[in-house]
């Protein structure tokens, strides 16, 4: 496995941006300001983040365990998410939205490996390296008002023998959307700029998305010219926070999923408020 950059290594005197916080910022300016500016920290993790992250630790397993030769069979796999869900189970999970149970979740996340395992058995793929897992980046956006760091993670990057980097990332979300949407989405191009920005013989990089549930895999790879028009408009979503001296609440149906909905003004004069628009955002299980 070769080794990455160090984040130490890079300027560190401009502040770091990650793709949650702009997208945080884009859903509401509020609830980036309660937790990105005035930190204000919230335990709650919501089951399905909770499912996604022990099959994310499960996968990283799988691959560590392939990349020191070994071909660990489906039970051992299993055991090992079992494990960690276990153990790392804590009262802060939630699971109050949900309508089905922790067992449920649990056997929802197995069922995601399971196939997993099953499309990408005896996962021989001879004219691939492995570059890293989980792989850390940290990036220098350049714009006119200054230079920005962008960082962040992706699960799996790997190089093709015919120079290709390949990006993979595991979604265990239900729903798939279409390729259109994804490449909408700031995610995957966020990655491709980081492998771009990373490694200078990166000429042709592929991004790809796996749908766990539903075995399905997307590739939202964007062509040069969206990829740098892309990195334009991270730069002024960028500035825009830079400059902004009001975080505006921005009321929506997600408010249901907000750790701050008890600190916000604009939600709590929804909570005694009545009609429509109350019904829109409140929460069913609010109790009043
Ligand atoms: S409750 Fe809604 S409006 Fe208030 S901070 Fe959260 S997301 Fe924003």
Known sequence: MSTQPSPTTLPTSTRIYSVSQLKLYDLCPKRYQFQYLDRIKTEIQYIESYVG?????????LYQRLEAGELPPISEILTFYRRQWETLWNNHVEMSH???SREWHRRFGEKCLRRYYTCFYPFHAPDIELIGLEWKFQMTLRGPQGEYQMRGQLDRLSRHSDGTYIVHDYKTAKYVPSLQKLQQDIQPGVYQLAVKHTF????KIEVIWFYLASQRELSPTLPEDRLAALESSLLQRIEKIEASEEFLPQLSPACRWCDYKQLCPAYLEQRFSHGAERRRYLPTDWGD
């Open 53 to 61: 992250c022990r099959v994310h630790d499960t996968l990283e397993h």
């Open 200 to 203: 200078p013989d990166a000429d």
């Open 98 to 100: 949900s309508n089905n």
